[in-house]
């Protein structure tokens, strides 16, 4: 078995254990201790460190598959799966002194990352002065660092940077109390003035057109990836996944179910066949489709063709379909499968909330996915201002 296999496995004979921990860690508002000590263990968060730095250099699809395991289980740990390994393979990309520097003592961080630019940076001799805060830090209970994205006005030009820092230069504001993705833990990171060194700062272009400095210092492909089109499908895979994790519940409740009133059993009735084959269809279709996406990245990296704007917004386009039929099948099957499954002890009712409330996340936006799609596709201009 291959090391990525042998991750994903890992998490697969996790995930039971993930599944019971699932209220205690919406209850915390963050993942338990032991969880992330139970992941890493596995070698989920190394997966994409470079192996000079003691990870494996492994490839996005495992890391997706491993990702997809967890969210089954639990959608909150599914989702931090994807952000803690993610944003390691994100330190990849920046100057080889700040890889040096966060790697010192392991082959993995913990990392929030926040990509909206709601904060600024100023030019000062060696680097810049970093303020702001920043909304949606999932995994900032566990952090050791964090990035963020500020605007630095340079002759009269914006340009959007990523800052690297140490989890001491940032505050973390208690604010997340959400319906669903509770265990994600994803408050606000706040930055009062402080200073970052040059090489703890990468342009957001050089990220999304897969030219980092890191692509500079190591060989393997995998560091010349553009970021949004890996980001996008990676952030779809524990949906996916947390879909997957209500079809498997729905086939066993209906197993053993009676009706009300009626007395009758439920796989008795055509009504519940029809809806378990038409759900595992459509996530097949979309593990599928997510599949060939992930692979038709890497292999365009290879060719080095993967800064096509054209393949980045089908990138988009797949995430968000993806996302959209996770989120229609779990509804679908949590409105068919009773309502005692809303009880809080039901993971039905959790996944559904969980679903429903990462569905809103802005990459997974269907309309604008598609949108950005259709007008690229007809060689239209997408605009100055897009996630691609």
């Not at 002194?97 to 961080?109: I, L």
């Not at 292999?299 to 993967?306: N, Y």
């Amino acid at each position: 078995m291959e090391y990525g296999d042998e991750i994903v496995h890992r998490v697969r004979e996790l995930a039971p254990a993930l599944a019971k921990r699932a209220r205690e860690t919406e209850d915390a508002r963050r993942l338990p201790d032991r969880t992330i000590e139970d992941l890493a263990a596995t070698g989920l968060f190394g997966m994409l460190v470079p192996k000079r730095f003691g990870g494996g250099e492994l490839g996005f699809a495992p890391m997706a598959a491993a990702c997809r395991a967890a969210g089954a289980a639990c959608a909150s740990t599914g989702w931090l799966s994807v952000i803690y390994t993610l944003h390691n393979w994100m330190v990849a990309l920046f100057p080889e002194r700040a890889q040096e520097e966060v790697w010192a003592d392991r082959p993995y961080a913990l990392i929030p990352c926040v990509l909206a630019p709601t904060g600024t940076a100023e030019p000062v001799d060696g680097g810049h002065r970093v303020t702001g805060r920043w909304s949606w830090g999932s995994g900032a209970m566990h952090a050791d660092h964090a990035m963020v994205m500020g605007l630095v006005t340079t002759d009269g030009a914006i340009e959007p940077r990523l800052f690297l820092l140490p989890r001491a230069d940032v505050t973390v504001h208690d604010v997340w109390h959400t319906s669903g993705m509770r265990g994600t833990g994803s408050n606000d990171i706040e930055v009062a003035d402080v200073f970052v060194p040059a090489h703890r700062s990468v342009p957001l272009t050089a990220l999304t057109e897969g030219r980092s400095p890191g692509s500079g210092v190591h060989a393997a492909p995998l560091y010349r990836t553009p970021l949004v089109p890996v980001f996008a499908l990676t952030a779809a895979a524990p949906v996916l996944g947390a879909a997957e994790g209500v079809l498997a519940l729905f086939a066993e409740r209906m197993r053993s179910r009676r009706m009300s009133y009626s007395g009758e059993r439920q796989r008795d009735l055509m009504s519940g066949q029809i809806r378990l084959a038409t759900a595992t269809a459509d996530l097949a279709a979309a593990r599928l489709l997510l599949e060939e996406a992930l692979r038709e990245a890497a292999e365009a990296t290879v060719r080095g063709d993967a800064a096509d704007l054209h393949r980045r917004a089908r990138a988009r386009l797949v995430s968000a379909h993806v996302a959209a039929t996770a989120r229609r099948v779990v509804n679908e099957l949590c409105g068919a499968a009773g309502a005692s499954t809303q009880f809080a002890d039901s993971p039905f009712q959790r996944a559904q909330r969980d679903v429903n409330t990462i569905s809103g996340h802005v990459v997974f936006d269907p309309d604008a996915a598609y949108a950005l799609y259709g007008r690229i596709e007809l060689g239209m201009d997408p605009g100055p201002v897009v996630l691609v």
